[in-house]
């Protein structure tokens, strides 16, 4: 079966972010000495009927990992595909010393700079307002186009380096993946996070139930939705 996959991969540089306290699945007091006073969260599981409109999904927390489903409009998607495709060249592998082409990866990118269109500028200032992350802080948008094989292998989005991450601009805190396009479900194209420790499979979208071959081995794996945001 035929198929490619778009999505969008944007870095966040290292600098402080805000995590919302609210997001764990419990009751917590508002302020610290006002018995009583609780935050009721909201129980949205990925198969109810309330989860027809956007909505944040925790799907890990060790490490923490959430989808945000429905984060861009079918023609933001098709937008930036558009941008793209004109662009497209093999992608490269970060190396100690220079970008380098290599096998773990096989995929075709596009980078799109700041603001290169109002479409374009709308959503680096969502992400931004989602991850706390200023846009002057993040890396620019890298559109990556899959097809029937290629592939990234495991791969960590962090220096262990200190002095090759400072010599890159700076290191990486988090990582925020938009899918551009659909693939069907037997087909493959899932983003696979293997060490992460998912929350409850049976309610998640990450339920381990019809994945392609080389997915849900190990930890967690995130099938292509067009429209929605993974961060990590």
Not at 199 to 223: F, H, K, P, W
Request: negative net charge; proline residues 5%; contains cysteine.
């Amino acid at each position: 079966m035929l198929w490619t996959r778009y999505l969008v991969i944007l870095f966040g540089l290292l600098w402080p972010l805000q995590i919302n306290r609210h997001a764990a699945a419990f009751e917590e007091e508002q302020l610290i000495g006002w018995k009583g006073e609780t935050y009721n969260v909201k129980q949205i599981s990925a198969t109810s009927p309330q989860s027809t409109g956007p909505w944040i999904e925790t799907v890990s927390w060790v490490p923490r990992a959430f989808i945000y489903h429905q984060f861009l409009t079918p023609e933001e998607c098709d937008h930036l595909i558009e941008l793209a495709k004109p662009k497209l060249e093999r992608s490269m592998v970060v190396g100690t010393d220079k970008d380098l082409i290599d096998d773990i990866r096989t995929s075709y990118s596009a980078s799109i700079g700041y603001g290169e269109t109002k479409v374009v500028a709308l959503i680096e200032e969502r992400i931004a307002r989602w991850t706390h992350l200023p846009i002057r802080h993040q890396e620019p948008m890298e559109v990556l186009r899959y097809v029937n094989g290629q592939k990234y292998d495991a791969h960590w989005d962090w220096f262990d380096d200190d002095e090759v991450a400072k010599a890159k601009g700076s290191n990486r805190m988090a990582t925020v993946l938009m899918y551009l396009s659909d693939v069907d479900p037997k087909a493959g194209g899932e983003t696979a996070l293997p060490l992460a420790i998912p929350l409850d499979r049976d309610t998640q979208s990450v339920d381990g139930r019809g994945y392609s071959e080389c997915a849900g081995r190990m930890g967690i794996s995130i099938r292509p939705r067009k429209g929605r945001l993974e961060r990590v």
